[in-house]
């Protein structure tokens, strides 16, 4: 017993100097303890906690692990344990640790707090929101789960509740930058650019010194197409942060969608050498080069690929990045077992049926007919600005956007999703059952009014361009709407050999979410099968309101080509549109670094260097 209660004494004063911030006298305290009594619970769970705050993590885990199998009753060790089990990325082990301790002591809304973090960072983020919401229902005046709870309902892409859970975290706490930060993503979500950028700049107020917010403006002037003061914001962030390797990506991806492959590629570099862990890094410098052999790019990640610890997000952008270079060298069976890999992760994270396409579809053919468009024989807008160019990805948009953007008539406007965000706002949401009554009830009046909105829109960063492209590819299923919104819109539909353009589509890693149907080769297969019927069927109600353009015979002849496509938009021949490639002007899509070079053609029929795994692909269009 005397024994006992010395060791007590001496755990006191550990805790005494733990709490005066005299942490490495408290360590050698409790270090001394378990040299007399190595199962002294208090001691391993005090030397977890130092391990913890001094960012020794597996220190911190095996301390801890002894701490709960001594004793399991305590629900602040368990809590702990998940804290250190989250830092080596053991999220499913972090997780069943908050389960024990809220288990313990239910009441701790800390606990649920946690428990959301851990399932957020997993991609779990419908179960991160209930967890949130048992924290708010413990403590409602927390400020921290309601701005949390935003960040995974954006993950949810519920965007409208994400901005109304950040402001329950500034109502709450109006000092509080991150949830300023996060409630100007959140704006920018919803498209209200110029009110994120004001909630950045609020952050911003309240902390001077705030990289992240910096680097959030930046990405916000980007999608206004404000590159100058983008890139400015992003170099502000990381003046202020030297270690942020996310911003150096964000500037990458910033200078690649100029041109500047040899900057982005510089940027890919240093965000690795801060960060090695950030796969996402790699995948970028893959798209940028031509790979000949095993060079220090690709031995880098052949090296990251064998770590036994990659969480799936990391191999799924190593997976696309060794596809990539492993084509290169014309590696053809390793590449594509890397892209299967990739994508298998990619079609994991997420609940899809190409079902629901085909009754999205059937419903859009069911409803765009013949005799809807001579029920309403009105004009709709008159303005013949936009020009739609459309099909699958992948089938050559890109490089027609390009050359129609080297004429000085045409401004390049990229991929827009104006279109639909019009059609919803103005005829309702496209998937409700209503809506083919609300088009079917619809006057000229309000298809003229949504039209004239819509190139409103687009003309904002045009300047006195005569045409505008949107070069959107999923607009093929919005043909119809088109029509009565605005008749005197070009259309330009874009056509690749269907199994090159399937093949590209699988081997890409899309930079935005909706691309569902993308990862998996049936599926994939099945889909392309469902937009040719549809746009079989465009063509049937609509004749002549569509160009056709196969990208082979682009490749094949481009002047050629490139006079047609003028003659069709109304416009005189300029030689720049033979210069594609030396256009300045921002692309943002996955094919940046294509439509800086020359025309090239050795992606012409290059499925078949893949023919031998591409049954399900093929069996299915």
Request: charged share 25%; with cysteine; proline share 4%.
């Amino acid at each position: 017993m005397p024994k006992k209660s010395r060791l007590q004494g001496d755990f006191d004063q550990g805790l005494a100097f733990y709490q005066a911030g005299k942490l490495e006298r408290a360590r050698d305290t409790c270090r001394k303890i378990l040299k007399r009594q190595p199962d002294h619970f208090d001691a391993l769970h005090l030397l977890g906690v130092i391990a913890l705050q001094t960012g020794h993590i597996q220190r911190a885990v095996a301390f801890l692990e002894k701490a709960v199998a001594i004793n399991p009753g305590i629900s602040e060790a368990h809590s702990n344990l998940g804290h250190g089990l989250c830092g080596l990325n053991r999220f499913d082990e972090a997780i069943d640790c908050y389960d024990k301790a809220i288990a313990l002591n239910p009441d701790q809304a800390y606990l649920s707090f946690n428990r959301g973090n851990a399932l957020r960072d997993l991609g779990r983020h419908e179960a991160a929101v209930e967890s949130y919401d048992r924290a708010i229902t413990l403590r409602p005046d927390y400020a921290e789960a309601y701005n949390n709870r935003g960040i995974a309902l954006r993950a949810l892409k519920q965007y409208q509740a994400a901005l109304h859970s950040c402001d329950r975290a500034i109502a709450l706490k109006p000092d509080y930058v991150e949830a300023y930060c996060n409630h100007g993503n959140a704006l920018c979500d919803l498209k209200r650019h110029d009110e994120g950028i004001a909630a950045y700049h609020k952050a911003i107020a309240l902390k001077p010194d705030y990289a992240e917010a910096y680097g959030n403006l930046g990405n916000a002037l980007s999608d206004l197409n404000r590159h100058d003061e983008s890139i400015a914001s992003h170099h502000k962030a990381i003046a202020l942060k030297p270690d942020y390797a996310e911003a150096w990506i964000n500037l990458g991806t910033i200078v690649q969608s100029l041109g500047k492959l040899d900057e982005a590629g510089e940027c890919y570099r240093k965000a690795l050498a801060i960060e090695p862990d950030l796969t996402e890094a790699h995948r970028h410098i893959a798209g940028l080069k031509k790979f000949t052999g095993h060079d220090h790019d690709f031995k880098a990640m052949e090296a990251a690929w064998a770590r036994p610890d990659l969480s799936e997000d990391q191999k799924m952008h190593l997976a696309f990045g060794l596809g990539k270079a492993s084509e290169d060298m014309r590696q053809y069976e390793t590449a594509f077992e890397f892209f299967k890999t990739g994508n298998a992760i990619k079609r994991a994270g997420y609940d899809f049926s190409i079902k629901d396409v085909e009754t999205q579809f059937n419903d859009l053919k069911g409803l765009f007919t013949k005799k809807l468009f001579s029920d309403h024989p009105g004009p709709g807008s008159s303005d013949a600005t936009p020009i739609f160019i459309l099909g699958m990805p992948r089938s050559g948009t890109s490089l027609v956007e390009q050359i129609l953007a080297s004429h000085p008539q045409i401004h390049g406007a990229g991929e827009l999703d104006d279109l639909i965000r019009t059609i919803d706002a103005d005829f309702g949401r496209t998937g409700d059952a209503a809506f083919a009554d609300r088009i079917k009830g619809a006057d000229s009046g309000g298809f003229s009014c949504a039209g004239d909105k819509y190139v409103k829109k687009i003309r904002e960063q045009a300047g006195d361009a005569k045409f505008v492209t949107d070069k959107m590819p999923q607009n093929f299923r919005w043909i119809g709407m088109i029509q009565l919104m605005l008749p005197n819109a070009r259309i330009i539909h874009c056509r690749r050999d269907p199994m090159d353009t399937c093949l590209s589509i699988f081997k890409t890693l899309f930079a935005v979410d909706g691309h569902y149907y993308a990862y998996e080769l049936g599926e994939l297969g099945q889909y392309y099968s469902l937009y040719r019927d549809l746009m079989s069927h465009w063509n049937d109600v609509m004749p002549d309101f569509i160009y056709d353009i196969r990208y082979e015979d682009v490749i094949a002849d481009q002047e050629t080509h490139t006079r047609a496509l003028l003659d069709y938009c109304g416009l005189d021949w300029n030689d720049a549109c033979l210069q594609f490639h030396k256009t300045d002007r921002p692309v943002h899509t996955a094919s940046s670094a294509q439509v800086r070079r020359p025309i090239y053609k050795n992606s012409v029929q290059s499925w078949k260097n893949y023919e031998n795994w591409l049954s399900p692909l093929s069996e299915a269009l």
